[in-house]
């Protein structure tokens, strides 16, 4: 009996005790491009797929840096897109005999557009994807820059903190975007 309640006792005031935090950690902050631009508030480092976690050198996190910036556009223009027809914005005109104006936004338009602008629009990506992107020994500074050694609209007279702080903006508009 005296053994039951020294042993309630203990685990009684057991529970009252300190125990030192343990340190966590995880993948995520193990990773090697945990301090890379994008890895900002309010997530910090996120990559919740354990895409970059199979990553082992710097030209394929590039290549994904560069998927994510080159998407990240498309996105900021698709939702432009979006936002400027459903306003009421239209081209004038027509293109084999359907009117822009008739031409609905969102997927929507793939049932109304004519096959020909449907060409247009998949020559021109193809075009931009194959034709201007990085061209070797322009001068591009970092993944997805398409200045291409002759557009700057005054890059070059940014300091590198204004450089880097555009990056980041772009980063998450185009992640905002994405969503």
């Known amino acids: 009996m005296k ?3 020294l042993s309630a006792l203990v685990s009684c005031a057991a529970a009252f005790t ?3 935090p343990a340190k966590s950690s995880t993948a995520l902050e193990a990773s090697k491009y945990a301090q890379e631009l994008g890895a900002q508030v309010p997530l910090g480092y996120w990559d919740p797929l354990r895409v970059l976690s199979h990553v082992d050198n710097d030209e394929k996190f590039n290549f994904f840096r560069e998927a994510e910036i080159t998407h990240g556009r498309v996105a900021m223009l698709a ?3 979006q936002l400027t027809v459903r306003a009421g914005f239209h081209f004038s005109g027509d293109f084999e ?3 822009y104006a008739d031409i609905p936004p969102g997927l929507a338009a793939f049932d109304v557009m004519p096959f020909g602008l449907k060409a247009d629009i998949f020559a021109t990506m ?3 994807q194959c034709g201007v992107r990085n061209i070797e020994g322009t001068g591009n500074e970092f993944p997805g820059d398409y200045r291409n050694g002759w557009i700057d609209f005054g890059w070059d007279n940014f300091s590198d903190a204004e450089k880097l702080k ?6 998450n508009n185009g992640r905002a975007a994405m969503m």
């Open 18 to 20: 300190g125990v030192a």
């Open 126 to 128: 193809a075009f931009l």
């Open 79 to 81: 939702m432009l897109g």
């Open 166 to 171: 555009k990056r980041a903006i772009e980063l």
């Open 3 to 5: 053994l039951a309640i």
């Open 97 to 99: 005999g359907v009117a």
